[in-house]
């Protein structure tokens, strides 16, 4: 008998299957609902996910299968999107505007998508409109697979950690605003996982001299804001789903849109200690707190609370602090300083500048000029039914910024990249308030920061060794960030100002990244139960991709 029958023969013996295995499913039915909810003592309409504000964290494990059957019982068109999940060759999942037609009120839609070759701490939050400022949203882990080694030792407990600014105006109330152009304005305060410094019960409990891991985001509107534990130092060792060097630290930024893991020893005195998060670059520092309790004290915290740094060159300083752990692995076995970056050659450089225009009186954001619109069929629908010359012209945002001045233009903004391009991608801030930015479907290396305006003499200053894979990067007052990441997941992928205001009011746009071989190797097809809206309601379905 031979070694090929031999080995059928024992499988079939066993019961088994020659087959390899489907990676595991998770099943999610949520309900979204309106609800009261005043977590600083105004009552106000609240977007709750079965019930609960914030809603219920996902925890899940590389390569998992992910379902998601989402009811939608408000009053309006309603999406939500998986901050961070790349959405491997499967844009269709994404839950934005531009690939997505929204669940109408009253309806349901079930999201399909696989966390592929992921690990680290995520979020989810509804994407429409300014959804976003009454909830909605919630935390994602996705945790390594058992033989993948992990940097560190097994925490004790692992803590998911959502932090945010708060506005106490309805959701619908701070939209109108922005369509009557004016700004938001600032916050009426900040929350730490939904709740404000009048909840006197502990939010997290730990015993003494064990370890414990703390997955923070920032889920907020428009603030950065800083986090501290009092009397306890951090271990950074991930962020935004890559290991990084195990610095330590008191106090942590973290800019709006942006994850990351820190590891907490309790070694302190038992008694009760403050999260203390304040908010950062604003004329008035506004600070909240929670409570850690170590397991059977009694003993009420201090209140002495950490100082709140001043000015953006700590920040800047701390971020250069951030390193790539190169021996680590990531979620396949191999080092994440396998990728050798910095050896690739720059195919094209595109330069974005941000700056806000007043467009027939009105407040709105641009890129190059350029003020995003959704139009009323999905940019990733219109292309894939052949019809995008009828919905949106590609490549109205140049590679550089127009002259000083020019006058906006508002209208759908995409631009092509090829697939498998090496692209850097530089963000210019002429602006005083701080910039954050999110790549959708990509991690990127931010391999530079700094004053000013960018040249290309800037590239001397980079980090080509081991900046942090991530997905969102901040972009200082009056300064400038560059990224570079290989476009290699096809599909249509939105940048966008993480700053909530100005994301609504045009400071986005989306990526266009085509395989000419339309293979189901690089991209995926519409799904079967995608929702259909605008002009292609009716349309027949094109040749699917072929293998």
């Known amino acids: 008998m031979g070694l090929v029958a031999l080995v059928s023969l024992l499988l079939a013996l066993l019961g088994l299957s020659a087959v390899k295995a489907e990676d595991p499913y998770l099943y999610f039915t949520w309900k979204v609902t309106y609800g009261i909810i005043a977590p600083l003592g105004v009552k106000q309409r609240g977007i709750l996910i079965n019930g609960q504000f914030p809603g219920p964290n996902i925890n899940s494990t590389t390569n998992n299968n992910i379902v998601i059957n ?18 491997r060759k499967n844009s269709w999942q994404d839950g ?3 690939t997505n037609c929204p669940i109408p009120p ?21 994407s429409l409109g300014m959804h976003k400022a009454a909830g909605g949203f919630g935390g994602l882990r996705v945790n390594s697979r058992l033989l993948i080694p992990v940097p560190f030792d097994p925490p004790a407990d692992d803590y998911t950690v959502l932090i945010s600014d708060w506005y106490t105006k309805d959701h619908k109330a701070l939209k109108h605003r922005l369509d009557t152009g004016r700004s938001i304005g600032h916050p009426a305060g900040v929350l730490i996982n939904g709740l404000s410094s009048k909840n006197r019960k502990p939010l997290f409990v730990m015993e003494p001299g064990k370890t414990y891991r703390y997955r923070i985001c920032n889920v907020g509107l428009k603030t950065s804001l800083n986090f501290g534990i009092q009397g306890h130092t951090m271990k950074l060792v991930e962020m935004e789903g890559s290991h990084t060097l195990q610095n330590t630290y008191e106090l942590l930024d973290v800019h709006v849109g942006q994850c990351l893991s820190v590891l907490v020893t309790a070694n302190q005195k038992p008694m009760d200690y403050y999260i203390v998060v304040s908010t950062r670059f604003l004329k008035r520092t506004t600070t909240t707190t929670a409570i850690i309790r170590y397991a059977g004290s009694n003993q009420p915290p201090k209140q002495t609370l950490p100082k709140t740094p001043v000015g953006w060159a700590w920040s800047l ?3 250069r602090s951030f390193r790539w752990n190169l021996t680590a692995s990531a979620a396949r076995p191999n080092p994440q300083g396998s990728y050798h970056y910095g050896q690739i050659n720059i195919a094209r450089t595109i330069k974005l500048v941000n700056s806000p225009k007043l467009v027939k009186g009105k407040l709105r954001y641009t890129l190059n000029g350029v003020s995003h619109i959704n139009p009323w069929t999905p940019l990733k629908l219109a292309q894939y039914f052949n ?7 590609y490549n109205a945002t140049h590679d550089e910024p127009p002259i000083f001045n020019a006058p906006a233009k508002i209208a759908p903004n995409v631009i092509s990249i090829k697939h498998r391009t090496f692209i850097e991608i530089v963000f ?5 308030a701080i910039q954050t930015y999110h790549l959708d479907g990509y991690a990127f290396f931010a391999t530079g920061m700094g004053p000013g305006k960018w040249t290309p003499y800037s590239r001397k200053t980079y980090n080509l060794l081991d900046a942090v894979s991530r997905y969102s990067i901040q972009v200082y007052p009056n300064s400038w960030t560059a990224i570079m990441t290989s476009f290699d997941n096809a599909g249509m992928w939105n940048l966008r100002s993480e700053n909530w205001e100005n994301q609504y009011l045009g400071q986005q746009l989306y990526i266009s990244v085509v395989s000419e071989a339309r293979s189901l190797r690089d991209e995926y097809n519409i799904p ?18 072929t293998v």
Do not use: M
């Open 70 to 87: 989402v009811y939608n019982y408000l009053d309006e068109p309603f999406l939500l999107s998986w901050n961070g999940i790349q959405q």
């Open 96 to 98: 934005v505007a531009g």
């Open 106 to 126: 009253g309806k349901n839609f079930t999201y399909k998508f696989q966390v592929k070759d992921q690990i680290g701490s995520f979020y989810y939050f509804p």
């Open 317 to 319: 300083n701390q971020w």
């Open 387 to 393: 019809i995008a010359n009828k919905v949106f012209n």
């Open 428 to 432: 210019e801030n002429h602006e005083k």
């Open 528 to 545: 079967d139960n995608a929702l259909r809206c605008g002009a292609v309601v009716g349309l027949p379905l094109p040749p699917p991709y």
